[in-house]
């Protein structure tokens, strides 16, 4: 089955810097890769994604960027705010004839320092 | 709107003592349905998932079950908790075919067994 690693585990910023959150997956047939936002205390809530036909995708500050032949993608987010901080999880899967199911990494928890 | 609901937020049970937490969703119908569970470092692990009433699959063994009554409805149960069951579980829900692939979770519950 599909096995996501996710890296760095935490990451501490300044306001205003960028951070660079990356995952790998293992099965080449995912081809849906989302990123979900958790605060504390409360559920994770998508922020954004990307299916396998496109290698990039941006709205406004966050961008995510995906190599198939290596199988990793990534999230990037610029001038960081606060509000950023929170934990971020990458989760690959298959959507196609019938729905895989949404495999997720083991998060970073991302500070940014005001 | 579609929502989902998921309670109690926590619970704090003794060893060997039954669980069960509930799930429900509101606003759409034949929804697949998830449970998750977050443990410190283990990111989100998928534990169940349900395609229709009555009809569950396991990702995982271990010392819980889940059913699916109605429609929009997801249980988690234990017949007899160990400490190890401690953690913050996530009801989640997804609508079926390839455009639906967004999950959409509940605030979770934290459950500690002392």
Not at chain 1, 60 to 87: C, G, M, W, Y
Request: hydrophobic fraction near 35%.
């Amino acid at each position: 089955g599909e096995n996501v690693e996710q890296h760095p585990s935490t990451l501490s910023v300044q306001e205003g810097d960028s951070a660079v959150i990356k995952c790998t997956y293992s099965d080449s047939a995912s081809n849906y890769f989302p990123w979900y936002k958790q605060e504390l205390g409360k559920g994770p809530q998508l922020i954004i994604d990307i299916r396998s036909n496109v290698g990039e995708k941006k709205d406004q500050r966050i961008a995510v960027t995906l190599n198939k032949t290596a199988k990793h993608f990534s999230l990037h987010i610029t001038e960081t705010q606060p509000e950023d901080s929170a934990v971020y999880f990458c989760a690959a899967s298959f959507y196609g004839g019938s729905q895989g199911n949404l495999i997720f990494g083991k998060g970073t928890k991302l500070s940014v320092k005001p | 709107s579609q929502t989902i609901h998921q309670w109690p937020a926590t619970l704090v049970q003794p060893v060997g003592s039954p669980l069960s937490l509930e799930c429900t969703v509101e606003g759409t119908s034949n929804p697949n349905l998830y449970w998750y569970r977050q443990a410190a470092g283990r990111g989100l692990q998928l534990l169940f998932y349900s395609v229709g009433i009555g009809q569950i699959s396991s990702e995982v063994p271990q010392n819980l079950s889940a059913s699916r009554p109605q429609d929009r409805q997801f249980i988690l149960s234990s017949k007899k908790l160990l400490l190890s069951d401690s953690g913050f579980y996530l009801c989640a829900w997804r609508g079926k075919g390839i455009m639906n692939t967004e999950a959409f979770f509940g605030q979770g519950t934290r459950l500690t067994v002392v």
